[in-house]
């Protein structure tokens, strides 16, 4: 089957500036995760969707970053303004009942 | 609310020598844990369950949940073992995925 595809793969932009990544999950996948991965940590959770509904969000930093998932399958995650401390590795993953979560390569984002 | 402690962020041993990843969780309700593990270049990807209690790649995890743990261990490491290993617990109805920190497991030839 066909993984998750995320893009772009890499990213660099300047501080204050606004970026966008994109998702597709693997079809059929209901559930929808998007964490962030900063270096030397692991990935934590910025929000998760339910086919087009948010059912977790707590850890997102609504003032700037938003999210959609249009239709219940494609998703993207927006940063508007982007801060230093946004570089990161931003992870998409699906799952089809949440035991077990397939990965995308992550959208590498470096804000200078 | 749920918690994943990986306490070493590298661990050095030789092939063929036992090894013992550490894994602690809080959380107050059933515990699914998971091993992920990152090698390089490549994606975040399942390694095992605890519910299946099954044995991949010669690693194994026991849930212990008095000490509440989920240690990964293999008898004999191998070169091809060198990777990023991430706990993870699974809670709520939702099943909200939380992951520690990572170890590092690097295998020395």
């Known amino acids: 089957e066909a993984g998750v595809a995320q893009s772009p793969r890499y990213k660099i932009i300047e501080k204050r500036q606004s970026v966008a990544f994109w998702c597709n999950p693997i079809?059929?996948?209901?559930?929808l995760y998007w964490y962030q991965q900063i270096l030397g940590q692991g990935p934590k959770l910025l929000i998760q969707f339910q086919n087009n509904g948010v059912v977790d969000d707590s850890q997102l930093p609504k003032d700037r970053f938003s999210a959609e998932r249009l239709k219940g399958v494609d998703s993207t995650l927006k940063i508007q303004p982007a801060k230093l401390e946004d570089s990161a590795v931003y992870l998409c993953?699906?799952?089809?009942?949440?035991?077990?979560?397939?990965f995308g390569s992550g959208t590498q984002l470096s804000v200078l | 609310a749920q918690r994943v402690t990986q306490p070493e962020k590298l661990l050095s041993v030789f092939k063929g020598a036992p090894v013992e990843l550490k894994c602690n969780y809080s959380?107050?309700?059933?515990?699914?844990l998971f091993w992920y593990v990152q090698y390089s270049r490549q994606r975040l990807q399942l390694l095992l369950r605890h519910i299946s209690r099954e044995s991949i790649k010669g690693f194994t995890a026991d849930l212990n949940k008095g000490e509440t743990s989920f240690h990964l261990k293999k008898p004999f490491a191998q070169e091809e073992d060198s990777a990023m290993y991430y706990c993870a617990l699974i809670s709520g109805g939702y099943q909200k995925v939380t992951f520690g920190t990572g170890t590092k497991l690097q295998v020395i030839p």
């Open positions: 993953a699906s799952s089809h009942g949440g035991e077990k979560l397939f």
């Open positions: 959380y107050s309700g059933s515990p699914e």
């Open positions: 079809s059929g996948h209901a559930t």
